[in-house]
């Protein structure tokens, strides 16, 4: 039997596929009321999940590299609180690119969208949170740097690493804030962007990567954890 989440209003930044479908899809399934977020104007899984969603489930549109639309969004949900904020945004790059060869157009890029955009979202979005609620990042195993032993997507790893300590500085100004801070590491997980060969299935990381959010509830301060809560190495 799925477990009742603490968390009964949700509001999913990056929703439209992978990882952020499938923690929408979730939290619906837990009995939460969410608010999920796409970028563009298409149909997308998001809009088919509404429809079987009994109208617990709103969609609103967001490019989160442009700020503007995140002000625009906070202010459409001025009225509104909730007990969870969790942004999942992330592109990666090709394997092989090191910093010896990688673009400076395709570094911003990796940088912007991983790392600065995310929280510039929780800057401005994180007042829509409940005084005891959860502010929740998708980060990565990658971003670790003390677990960095095999090297590779470096840029990426670079760019998780770059998030993790913008939150720790985030969290460090709001000492005193009585909400939930979490960066979460899904794990290797098979989505367009972890590609084919990855390790898990959505459904091997997300139900586990909700019921360790759901844990946290009412813990205040940051923490960087694994799907299972498991403290990761920064």
């Given amino acids: 039997m799925t477990p009742t989440s603490p968390h009964a209003t949700v509001l999913v930044i990056g929703a439209s596929r992978g990882l952020g479908h499938a923690i929408a899809a979730e939290y619906l399934d837990r009995g939460s009321r969410v608010v999920a977020t796409v970028r563009g104007s298409a149909r997308t899984a998001l809009h088919e999940l509404r429809d079987t969603a009994g109208g617990r489930l709103e ?14 969004l906070r202010d459409r949900l001025a009225a509104r609180r909730f007990d969870l904020l969790f942004v999942n945004a992330g592109v990666t790059h090709r394997l092989e690119e090191t910093t010896a060869d990688i673009t400076t157009e395709e570094f911003t890029r990796v940088m912007i969208t991983n790392a600065l955009s995310p929280m510039r979202v929780i800057e401005t979005l994180g007042e829509l949170t409940a005084p005891n609620g959860t502010l929740a990042i998708m980060s990565s195993g990658q971003g670790s740097v003390a677990e960095n032993e095999g090297g590779g997507f470096e840029i990426y790893r670079a760019s998780k690493a770059a998030l993790n300590q913008l939150m720790r500085s985030y969290a460090a100004r709001h000492h005193d804030d009585g909400r939930t801070l979490l960066l979460m590491a899904p794990g290797w997980v098979r989505t367009e ?23 946290q509830h009412g813990r205040t301060g940051l923490r960087y954890l694994d799907r299972h809560g498991r403290t990761v190495a920064w």
């Avoid at 969609?59 to 625009?72: G, K, S, T, Y």
């Avoid at 962007?193 to 844990?215: C, K, M, Q, Y």
């Fill in 193 to 215: 962007l972890g590609g084919p060969h990855a390790r898990f299935t959505i459904g091997e990381s997300i139900p586990h990567l909700v019921t360790t959010v759901d844990a």
């Fill in 59 to 72: 969609i609103e549109h967001v490019d989160i590299n442009a700020p503007e639309q995140v002000r625009a």
